[in-house]
């Protein structure tokens, strides 16, 4: 008996020698990623810090320049010009190397930014803004394809942590810095404050990412084939719908907030730093849990039907909820949109080639680019129109031509019992806009409950073996 158990026995504890050999590996950080990741995280930080730094230092650049009614083209400026360098920064990436669009990225960031430095007046500095988008767009879509390229589908959620550090970093330090700048010397010393940032995220690029050089090939950027691919093109229309209803949303949350619930700046912020902070947390449980088991469909799922509901709470409760109904409705949807967001740029990136990586990363963050925009655009006519719509005439004939673009500071300016009326028109207003984001958020969710869940690739395309299940669209 003892000597037909002994076999029994000594598979069984093979098997289990193998699974921890395995989690080992696992868990083990490689070298090359190791080495890349802190040019990665200050590529990241750059990118993002640019954008929150400058919101604290708009009203001294319109004081400075003398012309605040085109602030708004300085903001534009630099959105479009990011979306529009994504698709061809993915393009370049995969013919010429994505470390080489890296460094290309930056200089072009640092020439913007230098040249922002010295304008001169508003038509100026909206050009040179464009100039720095053409490079911080190319920096975002550099560092996520190198990041695709360094590390398997699977285990990438691993990695979101430390690139959430750093989005997280920019997110607070640039709005404090940003505003310090301003009051200790000029807004101007902003941009040249990024040249060292640039030079030490180059010199940590040159010393610690190693990509082999790309294959050449002639054919298109992504393939047909791959716009057959059911999880890539739904990982692309996911994307599109979460942008819009996402981003449109958080651009018009801290009015609402200050105008409708009378929250003071400092509590606004808060909300916004709940909404990363569950976005984030979201982020990085769900991709430890893919690692760890490689299945990702029922996150997405969970995570449109959690921000569909929270944009369903404001609307349904709008100001009769208060603060803490507002903070719970972000809450739903930042942790709704967190399990979703990267979920859909590993699979996208699962199903392309090694000489379609770069296109399909910039492919997913273009179309949420894409669906921003029009989020923002559309449901700001939405809230727009029914803000008008709600205030009394004798509203109307106080606010005159600034109706249509309330601030906080105008409202305090204006008589107790106009305010009131305005404030109540405004908070009335916003929850069509939030009905209009759910059911767009549902259709997200219909969509993710036809997404396939496909065995992610397991070996990263800078070991030489990561090739991937759709390695048919080459």
Known sequence: MDAAKKPIEDVAFSNVRAYRGRMERRDRIPERVRRAFPGLMLVMFLATVDQTAMASALPSVAGDLGGPEHMPLIVAAYFVAATAAMPAAGFLGDRAGHRRVLLGGLAVFVLGASLCASAAGVPQLVAYRTLQGLGGGTLMIGAQATLGELVSPRERGRYLGLLGIAFMAAAVIGPLVGGAVVDLASWRWIFLGYVPLAAGAAYAIVRGIRLTPPTRHAGPSMPRALWRDPAFVLAVAVSFLVGFAMFSSIAYLPAYLQIALGASATASGAVLLLLMVALLTAAIASGAVVSRTGRYRAFPVAGMALAAAGQGTLALLGPAGGLPAAAASVALTGLGVGLTMQIMVAVAQNAATRETLGAATSAVALVRQAGA????????????????????????????????????????????????????????????????????????????????????RTEAFAEGRGQTPGGRHA
Do not use: C
């Not at 559309?378 to 803000?387: D, E, H, V, Y």
């Not at 008008?388 to 105008?410: F, K, T």
């Not at 305005?422 to 209009?436: E, Q």
């Open 373 to 456: 925009a029009a989020g923002v655009v559309g449901l700001g006519a939405i809230l727009t129109a029914g803000f008008v719509a709600r205030l009394p005439e004798e509203a109307i004939r106080v606010l005159g031509d600034r109706a249509g673009s309330l601030d906080p500071e105008s409202l305090a300016t204006l008589p107790p019992g106009i305010a009131g009326d305005v404030s109540a028109a405004f908070g009335a207003a916003l929850p069509p806009v939030a009905a209009a984001s759910a059911a767009v958020l549902a259709v997200a969710f219909v969509l993710t409950l036809f997404l396939p869940e496909r065995e992610l």
